[in-house]
């Protein structure tokens, strides 16, 4: 989600890959507050939803693996630290917690997709530079996932929540297990020079890019301005009945 990298020109394609990410979440959380606010009836377990939500975490994810490839390229070259990008993500996601915490307190996000990607982030690093052996790792971590019960651990998240103050239920949770595999395989579409494709200009393309490029920005404030637009909504749709 993060922009992971810092050269001379951006890479367009990459820009709206991760914008098109971002446009697709502000779709299922509009449709999430449709949902609380009864203008929506659906099931967030219907497989559509869970595929859905699945569509999001493969692009965002997998661009934070990618950017972390294009970003090892270039911190080599200007010989730039990482903390500045990292202090930025870790405050974002300790944000989250807060707010949710005040908020929703028996629903807070304690390890939400912020929260995963900063901490995929750090674990994907050193391998950045190894782009082959990174989606090797990554791609045997999803076929062991999909293939076998060896990283599901259905009852670590029950355990966790018995014994350490937790609640059950929270508003966004990301399991490490496959969505690890897809960072680690992220650095490979780097090498592989996707970030050169060339894109057509216009309008949509422009739109994508922009969201890509403001990725952390819109998916701190989009939840705030979406929500309170469906619960003006429905104050008058209430009022006028």
Same mark, same amino acid.
């Given at each position: 989600m993060?922009?992971a990298?810092?050269?001379?020109k951006?890479s367009?394609?990459?820009d =709206?890959y991760?914008?098109s990410?971002? &446009?697709?979440m +502000?779709?299922?959380h509009?449709?999430w507050?449709?949902?609380?606010?009864?203008f929506?009836t659906?099931s967030i377990?219907d #497989?559509f939803w869970v *595929? @859905?939500?699945?569509?999001i975490?493969?692009?965002?994810?997998?661009?934070?693996?990618?950017?972390?490839?294009?970003?090892?390229?270039? +911190?080599k070259?200007?010989k730039a630290p990482f903390w500045?990008?990292?202090?930025?993500l870790?405050?974002s996601?300790?944000?989250?917690?807060l =707010?949710? !915490?005040?908020?929703?307190?028996?629903?807070?996000i !304690? @390890?939400g997709i $912020?929260?995963? %990607?900063f901490i995929?982030? &750090?674990?994907t690093?050193?391998?950045? /530079?190894?782009p %082959?052996?990174?989606?090797?790792?990554?791609a045997s971590?999803?076929?062991l !996932?999909?293939?076998?019960?060896?990283?599901?651990?259905?009852?670590?998240?029950? +355990? %966790?929540t018995? !014994?350490?103050?937790?609640?059950?239920?929270?508003?966004?949770?990301?399991f490490?297990?496959p969505w690890? /595999? =897809?960072?680690?395989?992220g #650095?490979i579409?780097g090498h592989l020079?996707?970030h050169q494709w060339s894109l #057509?200009?216009?309008?949509?393309t422009s739109?994508?890019?922009y969201?890509?490029r403001?990725?952390?920005?819109? *998916?701190l &404030?989009h939840?705030? =301005?979406?929500?309170? $637009?469906?619960?003006?909504?429905?104050?008058?749709a209430?009022?006028?009945?």
């Amino acid at each position: 989600m993060q922009s992971a990298y810092n050269t001379q020109k951006r890479s367009a394609f990459l820009d =709206v890959y991760r914008g098109s990410a971002v &446009l697709l979440m +502000m779709i299922f959380h509009f449709c999430w507050d449709l949902r609380d606010f009864d203008f929506l009836t659906f099931s967030i377990h219907d #497989p559509f939803w869970v *595929y @859905f939500r699945k569509v999001i975490l493969l692009l965002f994810l997998s661009a934070v693996g990618w950017s972390s490839y294009l970003a090892h390229i270039s +911190m080599k070259q200007k010989k730039a630290p990482f903390w500045r990008r990292d202090a930025k993500l870790f405050c974002s996601a300790a944000g989250i917690s807060l =707010v949710t !915490y005040l908020a929703v307190p028996d629903q807070w996000i !304690y @390890f939400g997709i $912020l929260h995963f %990607i900063f901490i995929a982030s &750090l674990i994907t690093r050193p391998f950045a /530079g190894w782009p %082959i052996v990174s989606a090797l790792i990554g791609a045997s971590i999803v076929f062991l !996932y999909q293939l076998t019960h060896w990283l599901h651990f259905p009852n670590a998240f029950a +355990m %966790i929540t018995q !014994y350490i103050s937790l609640p059950s239920r929270t508003l966004d949770i990301v399991f490490p297990f496959p969505w690890l /595999g =897809v960072v680690l395989i992220g #650095p490979i579409i780097g090498h592989l020079r996707w970030h050169q494709w060339s894109l #057509p200009n216009n309008l949509l393309t422009s739109i994508l890019a922009y969201m890509g490029r403001h990725a952390l920005p819109f *998916y701190l &404030l989009h939840q705030l =301005v979406l929500y309170s $637009l469906v619960a003006l909504s429905k104050i008058i749709a209430t009022s006028l009945l």
